[in-house]
């Protein structure tokens, strides 16, 4: 069982950036693909990002690609998100999620492991 625990979510204005970070009770967080997902107020779940085993690869949806990097360490049993440039439409509940898949997905059915969510308010 993995319990995931997110933080760095809060406001701040358009152009700006913050840092989420997840970190996971699990001591084989190394064997799972890591994603963050968001989903804004009356829409549905969307991808962000997810990054494999060892973070060599990662992959993003188009709306963040170029502006927010997924990170992980291994050894501390932290995934990141660096969002910079943030914009009004990057507003939502950002969740990370953890995969038993022996490579990246960007389905959130194939997580079976959810944070509870961290608020990011991005201010026009």
């Known amino acids: 069982q993995v319990q995931l625990v997110e933080s760095g979510g809060g406001l701040v204005q358009a152009g700006g950036s913050l840092r989420l970070s997840c970190t996971a009770s699990e001591r084989t967080f190394s064997k799972y693909v890591m994603g963050w997902f968001r989903q804004a107020p009356g829409k549905e779940r969307d991808f962000v990002a997810a990054?494999?085993?060892?973070?060599?690869?990662?992959y993003y949806g188009d709306s963040v690609k170029g502006r927010f990097t997924i990170s992980r360490d291994n050894a501390k049993n932290t995934l990141y998100l660096q969002m910079n440039r943030l914009k009004p439409e990057d507003t939502a509940v950002y969740y990370c999620?953890?995969?038993?898949?022996?490579?990246?997905?960007?389905?959130?059915?194939?997580?079976?492991?959810w944070g509870q969510g961290t608020q990011v308010t991005v201010s026009s």
């Open positions: 990054i494999s085993w060892a973070g060599a690869r990662t």
């Open positions: 999620a953890a995969a038993q898949k022996p490579a990246i997905t960007l389905t959130d059915s194939d997580y079976g492991y």
